[in-house]
């Protein structure tokens, strides 16, 4: 960026920027803004890129530009559109004269045809002369009448086409053969399964009573109106009493409205357990599965379970907990 002086105007200042003595302030032009080092303090910049002007410079530093572009003008009303002018005459020139044809050559002139004379009668045939020397082509006669056409013959009679033969006959087409009858709908195959729920199964309280006395878990599952299941579970009990083997019942009911519970298989054990690493632990398990028919009801429900001890457990407490699978199935058989 080269600066281009455009006005000047003395400045006292004994050094402005390496200007010695007099200096004289300038306005500078360039593309983009002016940099730090650019003029000295008095100068102004112009921008020619945005057409900014910058200044005075002071302190060595530039101040915020200004544009000199103003804002623009409403555009102006659109000019009358002017007549057109009439289209220029044609002249066309005078067609030239036709030039003179050249002279054709003479041609000589044909001598006069002397007139026919009249023909002699016949003589007789006379000895033959010697042959005399061929004369002189005479006279072409005038050509004689033409003769009249002789009657046409009269044209033979055409031969009589020979007769086409006979077009055989269509056969007759076949009768359509009748319809089979349609075989009878298959059975619909029960609906696969859908969906798989699984959850945890909690109980109230301790199984702690005498012997028969039951408990009853909280309510686990959601079985849908009109909708069949198989559920799988499994729960466990465990203590620290000395009860190595604990009969137990199991049952499951509902809650919430009646279900048919059916195909009900379950078995229970017990066992020591060191399942903390150092203490025995007694260790009650009981697994079921049993499948849920829930055609025809229009009522959603739950399931639980209920436990019975056939030993008292009044001093030796059993705590309980499970979880359960439940799959939903088109049908139970």
């Known amino acids: 960026m080269t600066p281009v002086a455009i006005a000047a105007k003395p400045s006292k200042a004994k050094s402005i920027a390496g200007r010695e003595g007099d200096a004289v302030n300038t306005i500078l032009n360039g593309r983009g803004a002016p940099k730090t080092n650019t003029g000295v303090d008095g100068d102004f910049f112009i921008d020619i890129t945005s057409f900014t002007i910058y200044g005075p410079k002071k302190n060595g530093k530039w101040p915020i530009g200004i544009s000199l572009r103003g804002p623009q003008g409403a555009d102006g009303k659109i000019g009358e559109r002017g007549i057109a002018g009439s289209a220029g005459a044609s002249t066309k020139g005078d067609k030239g004269e036709k030039g003179d044809k050249g002279d054709k050559g003479e041609k000589g002139e044909q001598g006069e045809r002397g007139a026919t004379g009249e023909a002699g009668p016949q003589g007789a045939t006379g000895p033959s002369g010697a042959t005399g020397a061929t004369g002189a082509t005479g006279a072409a006669g005038p ?20 007769a086409q033969g006979e077009k055989g006959d269509k056969g007759d087409k076949g009768e359509t053969g009748s319809t089979g009858a349609t075989g009878p709908a298959g059975a619909t195959g029960p609906i696969g399964p859908s969906n798989v729920f699984v959850g945890a199964i909690t109980f109230p309280s301790n199984l702690a009573g005498v012997a028969g006395e039951p408990i009853t878990s909280d309510t686990f599952a959601t079985l849908l109106s009109d909708s069949n299941y198989e559920v799988d579970l499994v729960i466990s009990g465990s203590g620290t009493s000395d009860i190595s083997v604990l009969p137990l019942h199991f049952e499951v009911i509902t809650s919430g409205g009646s279900r048919s519970i059916t195909h009900v298989q379950w078995t229970n054990a017990s066992v020591q357990s060191l399942r903390n690493g150092s203490t025995v632990v007694i260790e009650h398990t009981i697994q079921a599965r049993f499948a849920v028919n829930g055609s025809g009801t229009g009522t959603n429900v739950s399931l639980q379970v209920r436990l019975k001890a056939g030993a008292s457990t009044v001093t030796k407490p059993v705590a309980f907990t499970g979880n359960y699978k439940m799959q939903k199935v088109g049908s139970v058989g």
């Open 143 to 162: 050509a004689g009448a033409q003769g009249a056409a002789g009657p046409a013959g009269t044209t033979g009679a055409a031969g009589s086409q020979g």
